[in-house]
């Protein structure tokens, strides 16, 4: 509020709203306000459209489906129960929204492409069975005669009236797409984008999150499906097909994914388009079709994504589908990284906080609250028998071990010795062949990934796996959501408890990155961090999910011997500190020497030396295999 | 409705190969250029379509010849698509080859608009006549009597993926090819000039795409402007099922999705077919997420 | 932070629906010209159909000037496209009413376009003349300001039933229809008519509007022993369904709706379709002449929606000549037109405002044309 670049922001956004509410008042032309109408409707189209697919990656080829079953479910309402339009577009959204929860649950493991066709067929069967369920649909004849929108003490009568009411729904999507992606489910949702395997490594449980945002997109495109039936009064299969997705698609595109106003934006170009172009009759659409293309060509990442123009400096790289994780964000982001600022999302400061610096109002829980105890004498983990083969050969064989509460294990060997194989199997990124894995009393060998991680199971990659696209400090709060439990409800209202959940968690991120250093650049985004801090935001990310057991995999890797010997220390201060266990896959054998407790050798996925760190390194089996040579 | 015979089933079963050799065509095509490129050609379909029309404004100028005709003609369509090819991988692609992964997909979209309406702006939105003069006529097939042109398409359909087979496994470019689109950056670091072999694979995929659009032509009879969507969307779903990046799937995708097409709409209903073989393909990706003849890879952790 | 400018916004808001009320709609200028709108699809897949309502339209302005308007009054026409899409038809309806110097609109080629955009002509008081759409339903919703000068779907199709059972005695018929409210109230008038005749359908099939491989359809014909088919198609599916089942070697008289009446017909049909029978509804004495200045200016045979959109312009002219030309004048013209000689024949219009039709002319393909058929 403080800030200048806020101020402008904010200023800029209600001069446009203003315009908006008055333009038409101003213009007395019944088309015009036909046309601003359908502008403002495309547009509530292409918000909803893109949290699925700018701040969730996903390519949500059936969206129109949505919009069409929130269309018809309001009109078959409206005519049979004659429902006044709240209610109808109730009803709608409720539907669309189930309609997507429903099958989303099916296919959100779907990865790319595959997850695009499911959602094309997804649109393609909804158009299909409103256009053959010929007694309720009257199929291709449509469904006319459905009221004006009648909103009990008033009634949309005009172009310009369905136009207000358009305007209204607009922003109610905007905010509550924003209000999303800007709690610690949307920071999920960009992580899971970004990364899916590392949200998954912390807990962040990417099908879940994923569903909720298909939901909602689905959702606010039920209501304007609705709008769409009252307005139009009459619905017909036409207007949600696959077209109708394509343009969207290309709406969210040529505004910018992932930015507050470039769907609008988009909406509004690509709608009043062909209309500009009428003139040209035939010609339009060819128009049209390249003038798309030159748009792409000139901003790739959309009018109001982040980044240069095609004269300008490299454009980002592909492995960031997101524009906003272009070069201009993190520039940004330091300037509005002012001590009171929460995270910074799209250039807009997420309302975390409450007053000022101010302290929150309950005490603060700590990062690393000390897990409870396992029960006594029982191991942490228990691995039997563990076997794993690859198109049939055996990386890992009949391999058993046992980590016990606040016990530094290393897992060492040489290269291709199962190390990393292992690890896989036990957090649950692999399955494996044979053999079960016990965690704290539970059998989680076949458990998901985030499963294992909300049980407390936490590991690090070989090749550092952040978020891109967002900050550090987002980063951190992204893994911190699994020791919330914020429903779709409490992030849309931001109720009271909503808001006490978010000032705990930024006292604990706070701590959290103070203990790693990492204060100074918890505004940067993680991609541009060196590569020690960048190992450090996320073991922080790791820890800030309380887990009891930490799995890393070379976490010294790519560290020089200054670093290394800090982490090493570190490590043994966070087990003294809280407890808990951690299992070490690492090549630096300094590191390993010095922190662990107990040390595995592994050799051809077998187990061939166990025991304390002096007696291992005198295995002759060990230094056969592994030390005789590059020791 | 008549009875099941022996005849009537294999009629069917020629038909949806038929169809389905040219669903084929047009997905491994696409399968090739996805897994070169990464990305998605959504003016595939425009490719296709286009080809048809140069091919039969040219037709007339072709001897009749009988099957050596046809020979002429697919070696035409092909050629012509695979121009097309190279002009979109140079114009659309390599141009926005650093973009985020949206963007070749907006400008293909773009592209299939501008396309679609050029073709029919300069040609009309109706129908146009496609005839070739070979293969005509039917033939025995056991109990039944089935027309030449769809066992020809068929085999054609065949025929074409085993060359290219070959071609990929047997010359040095084709191995580069496959190199390329299993992991584009080590092929790069092993000395593979991937900016060529981006190229060729857009000029091959296209020219699949090419010979698809005339043989899909010859079976209808007719070709017309909007015909790219229907084949693009087919085409897709082939190589889905079939597993992207999975050449053989998607050859295998293209002929099944044929099949199945066929008997829904000669078992159930032609109105319900669309609807029904989008579900099967849903309850196909929830059971076998990577397609049903791609191999779940585990990924590089 | 950002609450505030959302505040203003919701005032901003209320303040600005109280202001709001309601547009008038425009009125005809008195001016000396009378301009029409033609509305239909002019791009994409159906744009045949659209150009054929801009050619006779035009061609009936271009002869009633000729002859000196309207009482001295010119006949302009104006040509939109909807694309045949419902969202663009109410669209461009509401583009068309906003236009005070336009007092009549005609068109609209599908049913659904027609029910997206009739509430639009209504809340605008602006005649709408259909001259394709075939929904029985249109007519019959009490809508004032809509008027159809084609006929509802039903006549055709109970004629063709009538001439295929009881005067040619095929008893076995197979259905063939297009999977839209066209083809689908069609196969209902004329199923229920071949049954009360004594025939029997022996297939029933449907098909999608994109379908372009009949295969699957054609062998269950192939099997059926159909001694007639029925084609409730337009032109592109009939000649498609007509190729390929004669390439399948299928043996059987072939009967189409007159949808199907059209030069792309014959001329993409060439061999395939010698001998299918079709009708449509007698024309009037002036035809042949209209037919004539048709070929002569277009070098093409006019199809059916050339001669509706023809008439469609003659009746506006009729109406604004005995009324006058504002839009309520037309309405009122309109809706008491009874017998007037156009194109079509004596044209009334019913108290549904549809025009009444009774009799039909059979018509085969032979030598590559349309020719009269005598049963």
């Known amino acids: ?576 500190r809280h407890g808990l266990s951690i299992i070490l896959v690492e090549h630096h054998l300094d590191v390993v020497m010095e922190v662990c407790d107990r040390l595995i050798v592994l050799d051809h996925g077998t187990v061939i030396a166990s025991g304390r760190p002096d007696e291992v390194v005198r295995h002759p089996e060990v230094l056969r295999a592994y030390l005789g040579g590059s020791a | 409705m008549a009875a099941v015979t022996l005849p009537v089933l294999i009629d069917q079963l020629v038909s949806g190969l038929a169809i389905g050799g040219v669903y084929a065509l047009v997905a491994l095509g696409f399968a090739l250029i996805f897994g070169v490129l990464r990305a998605a050609q959504f003016a595939h379909g425009e490719v296709y379509m286009v080809v048809a029309f140069l091919v039969l404004a040219v037709l007339p100028w072709f001897p009749a010849l009988g099957p050596l005709q046809f020979l002429l003609v697919i070696v035409t369509a092909a050629i012509f698509g695979a121009i097309a090819g190279m002009l979109i991988e140079r114009g659309v692609f390599r141009p926005l080859a650093d973009a985020p992964h949206i963007a070749p997909i907006i400008s293909t979209i773009g592209l299939m608009i501008l396309l679609q309406n050029l073709v029919a702006y300069l040609k009309g939105s109706e129908l146009h006549r496609f005839a070739l003069a070979w293969p005509q006529g039917n033939v025995s097939v056991g109990p039944a009597s089935v027309p030449v042109l769809k066992l020809v398409i068929f085999g054609t359909a065949l025929v074409i993926p085993a060359l290219l087979q070959v071609a990929l496994t047997r010359t040095q470019l084709g191995r580069a090819i496959r190199a390329t689109a299993i992991d584009a950056e080590t092929a790069r670091l092993m000395g593979v000039n991937t900016a060529r072999t981006s190229l060729v694979a857009f000029a091959i995929g296209s020219a699949l795409a090419g010979i698809a659009g005339v043989l899909v032509g010859a079976l209808y009879g007719v070709v017309y402007s909007t015909m790219g969507v229907t084949a693009l969307v087919k085409g897709y779903a082939a190589t889905i099922i079939g597993g992207v990046g999975n050449l053989v799937g998607a050859v295998a995708g293209g002929l099944l999705l044929g099949l199945f097409e066929v008997f829904v709409a000669s078992y159930v209903s032609p109105r319900w077919t669309d609807a029904i073989v989008y579900t099967l393909l849903i309850v196909l990706l929830a059971l076998r997420p990577q397609g049903l003849v791609g191999r779940a890879i585990p990924e590089k952790l | 932070m950002s609450r505030r400018p959302l505040r203003w916004v919701s005032a901003l808001v209320v303040i600005a629906l109280l202001v709001a009320g309601c547009g008038s709609p425009g009125n005809a200028a008195d001016s000396d010209e009378i301009k029409i709108a033609v509305v239909g699809p002019m791009t994409g897949d159906a744009a045949q159909y659209g150009e054929d309502f801009t050619r006779g339209a035009q061609l009936a302005a271009e002869q009633i000037n000729a002859a000196d308007g309207v009482d001295g009054k010119k006949i302009t026409i104006v040509t939109f496209d909807d694309r045949n899409d419902t969202t663009e038809a109410a669209s461009v309806a509401q583009k068309i009413a906003t236009d005070s110097s336009i007092v009549a609109s005609m068109g609209h080629f599908t049913s659904s376009t027609v029910y997206a955009a009739m509430p639009i002509y209504k809340s605008n008081q602006l005649p709408l003349v259909v001259i394709s759409a075939s929904d029985p339903g249109i007519t019959e919703q009490g809508n004032e300001w809509v008027f159809r000068v084609s006929p509802t779907n039903n006549l055709g199709a109970e004629a063709m039933a009538d001439l295929i059972v009881s005067k040619l005695g095929l008893k076995k018929i197979a259905i063939f229809y297009l999977n839209t409210d066209f083809g689908k109230t069609e196969r209902g008038f004329f199923t229920a008519r071949v049954q009360a005749n004594g025939g029997e359908i022996v297939l029933d099939e449907p098909y999608q509007p994109d379908a372009k491989d009949f295969s699957s359809s054609i062998i269950k014909l192939k099997n059926a022993g159909a001694d007639a088919v029925y084609l409730s198609s337009y032109y592109n599916d009939a000649v498609l369904l007509i190729r390929q089942a004669k390439d399948a070697g299928v043996q059987t008289r072939w009967f189409t709706s007159a949808a199907v009446l059209s030069p792309q017909f014959t001329e993409i049909g060439g061999e395939a379709v010698e001998g299918v029978i079709t009708n449509r509804i007698s024309q009037g004495d002036s035809w042949d002449a209209v037919a004539e200045a048709y070929r002569a200016k277009y070098n093409d045979e006019p199809s059916p929606f050339v001669i509706y959109a023809y008439s469609a312009v003659q009746a506006v002219a009729e109406a604004a000549k005995n009324e006058g030309t504002s839009r309520q004048a037309i309405r009122d013209g309109l809706a008491k037109i009874q017998g007037l000689e156009t194109a079509l024949g004596p044209l009334t219009f019913d108290e549904n405002r549809q025009a009444v039709y009774e009799s039909f002319d059979y018509l085969e393909v032979r030598d590559g044309q349309f020719q009269l058929w005598q049963p």
């Open chain 1, 1 to 576: 509020m403080r800030s200048g670049i806020f101020r402008t922001q904010h200023a800029l956004t209600a001069a446009v709203i203003a315009a908006a509410v008055i333009a038409p008042l101003v213009i007395a032309d019944a088309y015009i306000h036909r046309l601003m109408a359908t502008v403002v409707l495309a547009a509530v189209l292409a918000v909803s459209m893109n949290l699925v697919l700018g701040y969730g990656g996903l390519l949500a080829l059936g969206h129109a489906g949505f919009y069409g079953i929130g269309a018809y479910t309001a009109a078959l309402v409206s005519l049979h129960l004659g429902a006044p339009f709240p209610v109808t577009a109730l009803a709608g959204a409720a539907t669309a929204a189930l309609v997507a929860w429903l099958v989303a649950r099916p296919i959100l493991h779907l990865r790319g492409h595959y997850f695009a066709m499911a959602m094309l067929a997804i649109g393609e069967i909804v158009v299909q069975v409103a256009y053959n369920w010929d007694s309720v649909t009257r199929g291709a004849s449509g469904l006319p005669g459905i009221s004006q929108p009648d909103l009990i003490v008033w009634t949309a009568v005009t172009h310009r009236d369905n136009y207000y009411l358009a305007l209204v729904l607009l922003l109610l999507a905007m905010l509550a797409v924003r209000r999303f992606v800007a709690s610690p489910l949307g920071l999920g949702l960009i992580a899971a984008r970004d990364d899916d395997q590392g949200a998954a490594s912390v807990g962040i449980g990417v099908a879940q999150t994923r569903t909720l945002a298909l939901a909602l997109a689905a959702g606010i495109a039920g209501v304007a499906g609705a709008l769409y039936a009252h307005y139009i009064t009459f619905v017909s299969v036409e207007p949600f097909q696959l077209e109708q997705t394509i343009a969207l698609l290309a709406m969210v595109a040529v505004g910018g994914m992932g930015t507050t106003w470039g769907p609008v934006v988009g909406a509004a170009l690509l709608t009043l388009l062909p209309e500009v172009l009428r003139d040209f009759a035939e010609l339009r659409m060819v128009i049209y079709g390249a003038l798309l293309m030159l748009v792409v060509w000139l901003r790739p990442q959309g009018l109001l994504g982040r980044g240069p123009s095609r004269w300008g400096l490299k454009l980002p790289g592909r492995t960031r589908p997101d524009p906003s994780a272009a070069s201009g964000a993190p520039a940004l982001a330091s300037v509005v990284a002012a001590p009171a600022s929460g995270p910074v999302l799209d250039g807009v400061a997420v309302e975390f906080r409450t007053a000022t610096g101010a302290a929150p109002a309950r005490t603060a829980p700590t990062v690393l609250t000390a897990p409870e105890p396992a029960p006594t004498g029982e191991p942490l983990l228990r691995v039997e028998h563990l076997s794993k083969d690859f198109a049939g050969l055996r990386a890992v064989s009949d391999v058993s071990l046992e980590v016990a509460p606040g016990e530094i294990v290393g897992l060492i060997g040489p290269n291709g010795a199962g190390k990393s194989t292992i690890i896989n199997l036990i957090s649950g990124a692999h399955r494996p062949t044979s053999g079960r894995i016990w965690f704290n009393g539970q059998d989680i060998t076949h458990s998901e990934t985030s499963r294992v991680a909300r049980a407390g199971l936490v590991r690090t990659f070989q090749h550092i796996r952040l978020f891109r696209s967002l900050t550090v400090r987002q980063n951190v709060e992204a893994a911190y959501q699994v020791r919330l439990w914020l429903s779709l409800l409490s992030v849309m209202t931001r109720s009271r408890r909503y808001r006490e959940a978010m000032d705990e968690m930024r006292v604990a991120v706070d701590e959290a990155l103070a203990l790693f250093g990492l204060e100074g650049v918890q505004h940067q985004l993680a991609g541009t961090l060196s590569y020690g801090d960048q190992r450090r935001v996320e073991i922080v990310r790791a820890l800030v999910t309380q887990p009891r057991l930490l799995l890393l995999d070379e976490p010294a890797a790519g560290m020089n011997e200054a670093e290394s010997a800090e982490l090493a220390r570190f490590l043994q201060e966070i087990r003294q």
